[in-house]
């Protein structure tokens, strides 16, 4: 299984918290869907096996025409191995999503929405600069229900003057909508974004982790009473329903960007495209793949297999560590994890279920996170993360 993921860099206006590569005039749009469908064929050697997922990110996705997707779609299937079944997800902004425009989506190979909602509440909307507004982020769901059964939104916690009761009805509004998959992000700053240079002038407070900790444990506790799986840190479906791109990911399966800024991963090598429109179109008009590739090591797998598993429900398998890496990392990987065991934040379990079991009918011995851990995760896999062996 792998996956391609297509980067539409254009956006209507910057969000203030964003540190994604667009840009918000669309100047070059024609010129750089030209340069998407080329890098699509001149990367058609680059994925082996089927191609079980496509995902249109950004920027705003939901900006192209719908002959523009349907043409990028056709180069893929022309160009790759896709499988009879696809999940085939577009990132939408709910201020697109009219009518008209679901409509037409559903006549598209398209059968996934991910729409970008990140709050129902006007205050933070503003806050965060979003395009759209309160009412547009409920009625767009209740039209795109109409025509989708596969949608996904985003919200965001952890905002600076966004109370638990706040956050809170954000989440019981979307079970209301009932919505199948919810992926749910706490507020970072990022460098070099007007977030962090608002924080730095005073004009906002800033972002506290306790805050966001406390949304996340009120979030998993309002999903699970609702019946919603986390299979992994961000993301919460209903049984059935896990989005086959974020699983796909979390497992370490290949995939190929397709356009500026997109990165790609083949197992062994990564590499991602230059974040510059201009730049990505000049040189994919003259045959150049505009990229930056790195080889990694034994150390850099474990430690990207150790940051993924350890942020999904199955967690670190000690089988795989052992004949992926050798004995040495999985000695390390226990030395490393018992602090945290001890401390209540990493469990070391047993699965004995059918799903689970290795060949020869023994449970498969695995380290998952606590949900005294879940919050702290990423700072937990860093401790396990390796620098050298001794």
Not at 48 to 76: D, H
Not at 160 to 169: C, D, I, Q, S, V
Not at 175 to 185: G, K, N, R, T, V
């Amino acid at each position: 299984m792998s996956g391609i993921y297509i980067h539409i860099p254009f956006c209507k206006q910057a969000c203030h918290y964003c540190d994604f590569h667009f840009s918000t005039s669309m100047k070059k749009k024609d010129e750089l869907i030209q340069a998407l469908v080329k890098e699509i064929q001149l990367r058609k050697e680059e994925l082996v096996g089927t191609v079980e997922t496509i995902y249109f990110g950004g920027g705003t996705p939901s900006l192209l025409e719908i002959s523009e997707l349907r043409m990028l779609i056709a180069e893929v299937y022309k160009n790759f191995n896709v499988s009879g079944d696809p999940e085939i997800t577009i990132e939408a902004n709910p201020d697109d999503l009219t009518e008209t425009l679901l409509h037409q989506l559903t006549k598209s190979p398209i059968n996934r929405l991910s729409i970008g909602v990140q709050s129902f509440f006007e205050e933070d909307l503003k806050f965060m600069n979003r395009a759209h507004n309160a009412e547009e982020a409920s009625k767009c769901i209740q039209l795109a229900k109409k025509h989708f059964s596969n949608i996904s939104i985003d919200l965001i916690y952890g905002i600076p003057k966004m109370t638990n009761e706040r956050w809170l009805a954000n989440v019981e509004k979307a079970l209301e909508l009932d919505i199948p998959h919810l992926s749910c992000y706490a507020l970072t700053v990022e460098p070099k974004t007007a977030l962090e240079n608002f924080i730095k002038k005073g004009i906002v407070p800033p972002v506290e982790d306790d805050v966001a900790q406390e949304h996340h444990n009120l979030l998993i506790e309002k999903t699970e009473t609702a019946g919603y799986e986390n299979y992994e840190f961000s993301n919460f479906s209903k049984p059935g329903w896990h989005s086959k791109n974020n699983t796909a990911y979390w497992q370490g399966k290949p995939y190929l960007g397709i356009g500026p800024s997109a990165h790609s991963y083949d197992g062994d090598r990564r590499s991602w495209n230059v974040a510059n429109n201009s730049l990505y179109i000049k040189k994919i008009e003259a045959g150049e793949l505009p990229l930056e590739r790195e080889t990694l090591s034994i150390r850099d797998k474990y430690n990207e297999y150790v940051m993924t598993r350890l942020r999904t429900t199955n967690g670190i398998s000690l089988q795989e560590i052992s004949e992926m890496f050798g004995e040495q990392y999985l000695e390390y990987l226990l030395k490393q994890a018992k602090e945290h065991i001890e401390n209540g934040l990493l469990k070391h379990v047993t699965f004995g279920d059918l799903i689970r079991r290795k060949p020869d009918g023994k449970g498969v011995e695995r380290l998952i996170v606590t949900k005294k851990g879940k919050f702290l995760s990423d700072g937990i896999a860093s401790d396990l993360f390796l620098i050298e062996l001794q």
